[in-house]
């Protein structure tokens, strides 16, 4: 009997420590509590189903003038891309090919990213400056360049997380790798190997390597 | 000469004992410079007959002038700003398996970010007990882990896949760096924040102006992920995230995201820009592959190499690296004939777990054309592959994780060339 009020007073006190610690289950209580307001101010990415989407709305139309003030100059009119600076349009059916060209219209494969990326960092070297409508409308006037939506689609945090991207089934998962030939116990071939050894090119003569190391 | 005779000659090169007597006489500098001669013996050299520097010259010392060839290198026609760009750490130079830490390549995708380590916040939030925030200081509280990790940009190479681009050991091979981080494991870090049983993916996000943000599944938080805030023994460089960046071993060096400011779990990934529109990887049929992480075995002759020609004939050592982000390096192998046949280099201790591991293989060479690879065999029994392995399955718009084999041509002057052999 007194066995048991033992077992029962070592189950109570432990339960009772457990519980306490569960409330505040902080092993080296380091740090301070992040208030709602810190969070919100820093919380700012997007996903595709649209879950991080802060209010706002707007359309392509309005968007073009943003465009034109605060992205052509590296992007282009239309989004052709100046000089190296991306391609934001087109390339639509280029994926297989020699040339693959990957825009936000031909390889992004969710809205939601468009929108996350432009606003947290871009104008390039400007980032977070954009309003939360400005970027809707960014990120509309984008979309129907590429013919996804129309000039007049009111873009919001409703119905972002619905957008079909074109290539929104690209993208192959799980990571098939290891890919390659596999040899019996990492054993590859060590004498009289039946491989190419003709020299089919050299980097010296493409000739695109910086000239301190051009010997 | 006859391939059969070529065979023989090229194998007996790798026989540090054969063949030597023979070399030494015609063994000469081909390429080396010339001495100053009121140097060397019997005159007595002029920095021995003056004072050098006093302790309070260099309070944080430099190298040698004489070594102001060995810096960081980018490409310029890569990219449209050298704020979002590349730079390569010159292998070429480098010993041991270190890399010192203002030669670690840098990649950033808006500049190098300053940040006043008093103004320094972590936050932790989203599917977590406790949304919380830690200074610097805070973190410098944990328990403490060091660890040497390599960290390797997965288009390291990515202008190779074609063909040989680039003619340089730096250009083809640096974007990879390695040295010893201090952090406190993501892991004890959720001891004080919690974590609901809903947690899967964490996303990762930088303060700098790029806001650079990755998913990371929660298996791999809870493995080995490190916040660290010194690299080498002493802070991290501002280029490598100062004050604080994550560090996941073995996984490309994208996800390392520098100047940490947040963690978010969630129960999906955030699909961000650098995981689906970047480091995605674009197969021939048009489909890419994405969320492939893992740093593949690969390895790479740093001397000679084309930068490092061979400047006498006779015995000498060919050295490399190799690294594996699937574990330790179990084994090397280096050829002199292109991949036909092959000898087994010695591994220089520590060999650690996903870190750059030091080889090297003695031989002689006399004045012939080679054709150098080296090969690097993993602990899972990974075997590096040849381009040609990884063409044939990825195709050569892939961009990313072209870990093949490279092969560095020895001219008969000594000089080197990257090569592409089919």
């Known amino acids: 009997m007194l066995g048991l009020v033992k077992f029962l007073f070592l189950v109570m006190t432990s339960l009772s420590i457990s519980f306490s610690s569960h409330a505040e289950n902080r092993k080296y209580n380091i740090g301070k509590l992040a208030t709602k307001t810190e969070v919100a101010g820093w ?38 891309g100046v000089d190296r600076w991306p391609v934001l349009v087109g390339g639509d059916g280029t994926l297989a090919s ?94 009289n190997c039946d491989v190419p050894v003709k020299i089919i090119g050299k980097a010296r003569d493409i000739d695109v390597t910086p000239d301190d190391e051009k010997s | 000469m006859t391939d059969k005779k070529k065979l023989i000659s090229r194998r007996s090169l790798f026989s540090t004992g054969a063949g030597l007597g023979a070399l030494a006489l015609t063994t000469k500098s081909l390429l080396a410079k010339e001495a100053n001669k009121k140097n060397l013996p019997p005159n007595v050299p002029e920095w021995t007959e003056a004072l050098g520097e006093g302790v309070d010259a260099n309070p944080y010392g430099m190298p040698s002038e004489f070594e102001s060839h060995v810096v960081r290198r980018n490409v310029e026609w890569l990219t449209a700003s050298t704020e979002s760009s590349v730079n390569f750490t010159p292998l070429q130079d480098l010993e041991g398996i270190v890399t010192p830490n203002g030669l670690c390549f840098e990649r950033h995708h808006g500049g190098t970010t300053i940040i006043n380590p008093t103004d320094y916040r972590l936050m932790i939030n989203g599917l977590v007990d406790r949304e919380m925030i830690f200074t610097l200081d805070d973190l410098k509280r944990f328990p403490q882990v060091n660890k040497f990790y390599f960290l390797e940009c997965a288009a390291n190479g990515g202008m190779e896949w074609r063909g040989a681009q680039l ?44 806001g650079m943000t990755r998913s990371i599944p929660i298996e791999k938080i809870k493995d080995d992920c490190i916040v660290a805030w010194a690299m080498n023994g002493e802070a991290l460089r501002p280029e490598q995230g100062y004050p604080v960046r994550l560090v996941v071993p073995g996984w490309e060096g994208n996800m390392w995201v520098k100047w940490l400011r947040r963690l978010e779990f969630g129960d999906k990934p955030y699909m961000t820009r650098e995981e689906t529109s970047k480091y995605t990887d674009l197969l021939s049929d048009g489909n890419a592959r994405m969320f492939t992480w893992v740093m593949d075995a690969k390895s790479v002759i740093t001397s000679p190499c084309p930068e490092k020609p061979i400047i006498h004939r006779g015995f000498q050592q060919i050295s490399g690296l190799a690294w594996s982000g699937r574990g330790k390096i179990k084994r090397v192998d280096v050829s002199l004939d292109g991949g036909k046949n092959w000898k087994t280099a010695q591994l ?49 718009n892939s961009i990313y994780h072209n870990n093949s084999i490279a092969t560095w041509l020895i001219t008969k002057s000594g000089k080197v060339d990257n090569v592409r052999l089919g």
């Open chain 2, 348 to 396: 220089h201790p520590p060999v650690l777990d996903k870190s750059l591991t030091r080889f090297t293989i003695p031989f002689e060479w006399g004045g012939e054309e080679l054709l150098l690879q080296s090969r690097a065999i993993d602990e899972s029994n990974y075997v590096q592959p040849t381009i040609q392995e990884l063409q044939k399955i990825r195709g050569v």
């Open chain 2, 167 to 210: 003619n340089g050991c730096q250009y083809t091979f640096g974007m990879v760096h390695n040295v010893q981080y201090t952090g406190v494991k993501l892991s004890d870090l959720l001891q004080e924040t919690g974590l609901k049983n809903s947690a899967k993916w964490i996303l990762a996000e930088g303060s700098d102006s790029s």
């Open chain 1, 43 to 80: 919380d700012i990415d997007v996903r595709p189903d649209g879950v991080g989407a802060p209010k706002g709305s707007g359309n392509a139309i309005d968007g073009e003038e943003i465009y034109v003030n605060r992205c052509a100059a590296c992007h282009g009119d239309f989004g052709e």
């Open chain 1, 98 to 191: 020699h040339d693959p060209e990957k825009t936000t219209g031909s390889y992004w494969p969710y809205a939601s990213t468009i929108f996350d990326y432009v606003y947290r960092s871009m104008p390039f070297g400007e980032a977070q400056t954009l309003t939360h409508d400005e970027t809707y409308k960014l990120v509309a006037y984008l979309l129907n360049m590429n013919e996804i939506i129309d000039e007049d689609f009111v873009l919001s945090d409703k119905n972002i997380g619905k957008i079909k991207m074109p290539n929104a089934s690209g993208f192959l998962l799980p990571d098939p790798r290891p890919d390659v030939t596999k040899y019996k116990d990492g054993q590859p071939c060590m004498k």
